[in-house]
């Protein structure tokens, strides 16, 4: 009977499709449902504490998928995915508002900062791309370090980004287009007055060009990424132009004048918007799967992307900051306007051109992560399984593309990008903080050979870290006009906490291949910049955040918990089967 009850759980597995959209005994009658649903306490508790481990990642979770990706990049084709995904909307439509509306000519730092906080993500990111290549990205790295539930809170999050991110790329490129046809940025776009104010502009063309982009997706990642660079190239092109145009009309007084009229609570509020520039990177890690050799370009590729691009969004925001006062940038379109009012009207039909190159890759390579994140999302039956399954044709995940795109094009036809891109700076900045915290535990603990004395004092490093980091976002988040009284507490209480954690605790495991320098200074750091940033961001999209976390808790109390649950006990009863013939065979052999 037992032997039967696993088989029945592998097919059910294996044959996803056939199954229905949940497969999964939980979901066979409204009689299984009900009776999961009474279980919804011991269930969460199993899976409160479930880790995957990496072998199952790689292995058993990437086999749900069928036919496999195929392994056709290189560090070249990583490289210009990470720049092809972020340099776009960010640097040409949030600059303007940004140096505008918060941080003045100090953008230029709030670009750093950002930068910093991203390459301290990007470092964490690589050591787990190279360790776990698989297409789940952060999802599987959180799977394996924090367990089932954080990889689920994470995975929703990610494919909230994901959307987001490209319906506001894709409602910015509609922008631009009228820009270049001498229209005004909301002239293409339907204006539906019974709606709502931040959702009664329907964009159309985002939605046509988020279907033209599927297509792409769909077909090839090296047709992809062939296609990325050409653009990428002609894009890096067109900023060589707009920064040598650009200085050769410079005024040092426009810099120099009012450097930083916003004070420091500017700089870092900017900072926390423009995070939204340099979201896309973590989409490579997604292409390790498809890799040649993770060990050698994933580094490469991610690390030299995220240098190129954060020198050019600096260069960038000081060449628009030298050509106008800060007060005269226009919001919409800064590049354009600054051409313009310098006497070189006809640039911003270079500059618009260019700015649609951008925003094309990064639509481009956003559409291939996300459908990747979904794709190990449906693996581990967290979401509908046929989601995972990767067409032996293309060797590209179809059915994945599709629904993540067809997401990305109904957002895009309503929503404001004001709105969109302080939802996706929250999301992210929550994400990559997670994915520090993984690495330290990574580092620190691993089961049946770290010593509950050791775990604890990890444990406890953690928290400390979290909470002093945690108290600084929030001071300086609702005390406009305090003084620094908390930071004396709260800043050495997170250098304590991680000084404690290298010199009291005791390595558990060193990478094989390349891993994340000074641990665990450069994750520590992570987590209290990526707070520290969220701390930046009004109130009002943290509500929104909220509504969305919500949700999510509701789709895995009453689906995805059940889902995975099942998945994970078939597994095991798999696993455990395979052992008990390994060793029949084994003894057979003995007694032959």
């Known amino acids: 009977m037992a032997s039967g009850e696993v088989t029945d759980v592998g097919v059910r597995r294996r044959g996803c499709c056939g199954g229905g959209v949940f497969p999964e005994p939980s979901f066979a009658s409204w009689g299984a449902y009900g009776s999961a649903l009474l279980e919804t306490g011991p269930r969460l508790r199993d899976r409160l504490t479930a880790r995957s481990h990496a072998d199952v990642e790689v292995h058993a979770v990437r086999d749900r998928s069928g036919a496999e990706m195929r392994r056709e990049l290189n560090w070249w084709d990583l490289a210009w995915f990470g720049v092809g995904a972020v340099i776009g909307a960010g640097i040409f439509v949030l600059t303007g508002q940004e140096a505008k509306e918060a941080a003045g000519p100090a953008v230029v730092l709030s670009y750093a900062v950002s930068g910093l906080s991203a390459m301290l993500s990007v470092f964490c990111y690589t050591e787990f791309a190279i360790e ?124 120099t004048d009012d450097f930083a009229p916003f004070g420091a609570r500017g700089i870092f509020a900017a900072s926390a918007v423009l995070f939204f520039a340099y979201i896309g990177f973590d989409a490579v890690s997604t ?9 050698k370009d994933i580094p490469v590729g991610l690390v030299s992307a995220m240098v190129l691009t954060t020198v050019v969004y600096c260069v960038l925001a000081l060449t628009l900051c030298l050509m106008q006062p800060y007060r005269d940038i226009d919001a919409d379109a800064p590049f354009t306007v600054a051409f313009t009012a310098v006497g070189m009207d006809w640039a911003k039909y270079i500059v618009a051109f260019g700015a649609l190159k951008g925003m094309t890759t990064v639509l481009l390579v956003g559409a291939v992560g996300q459908a990747r994140y979904l794709t190990h999302i449906a693996r581990a039956h967290m979401a509908p399984p046929c989601l995972a399954v990767v067409s032996p044709r293309w060797g590209t995940p179809v059915r994945a593309t599709v629904a993540m795109l067809a997401a990305t094009a109904c957002i895009a036809f309503f929503t404001d990008l004001g709105i969109l891109s302080n939802l996706l700076s929250i999301s992210t900045l929550f994400i990559f903080m997670l ?158």
């Open 132 to 255: 776990i290549p698989v297409a789940g990205g952060s999802f599987a790295y959180l799977r394996v370090e924090l367990g089932d539930f954080m990889a689920f809170i994470a995975a929703g999050n990610i494919l909230l980004e994901y959307c987001i991110g490209g319906a506001a790329v894709a409602r910015s490129w509609t922008s631009y287009f009228a820009t270049l046809l001498n229209h005004h940025p909301n002239e293409f776009r339907i204006h539906a007055t019974s709606m709502a104010e931040d959702y009664n502009r329907l964009d159309p063309i985002a939605v046509v060009v988020i279907m033209l982009i599927c297509v792409f997706a769909v077909m090839s990642t090296k047709g992809s990424s062939r296609f990325n660079y050409v653009l990428s190239i002609v894009h890096f092109a067109v900023i060589i132009f707009i920064i040598g145009a650009g200085l050769s009309k410079a005024k040092l007084s426009n810099l």
């Open 435 to 592: 994915v520090a915290v993984a690495l330290l535990v990574r580092r620190y603990y691993v089961t049946g050979e770290t010593s509950n004395t050791n775990r604890n004092k990890l444990v406890g490093c953690i928290v400390v870290i979290l909470i002093s980091s945690t108290a600084t976002a929030s001071y300086w988040g609702l005390a406009a006009d305090g003084g620094w009284a908390a930071y004396v507490v709260t800043v050495p209480a997170w250098f304590a906490a991680t000084l404690y954690l290298q010199l009291a605790v005791p390595m558990a495991r060193v990478p094989e291949k390349w891993g994340v320098p000074l641990v665990p200074w450069l994750p520590s750091a992570s987590i209290f910049i990526n707070i520290f940033l969220l701390g930046s961001i009004d109130g009002k999209s943290f509500m929104r955040f909220s509504i969305w976390t919500v949700a999510l808790l509701a789709y895995y109390f009453f689906i995805g918990l059940h889902a995975s649950y099942d998945t994970a006990k078939g597994l095991a009863a798999e696993a455990a089967v395979a052992k008990v013939e390994e060793g029949g065979r084994k003894a057979t052999e003995i007694t032959g």
């Open 287 to 295: 292409m390790a799967e498809e890799t040649k050799n993770p060990a």
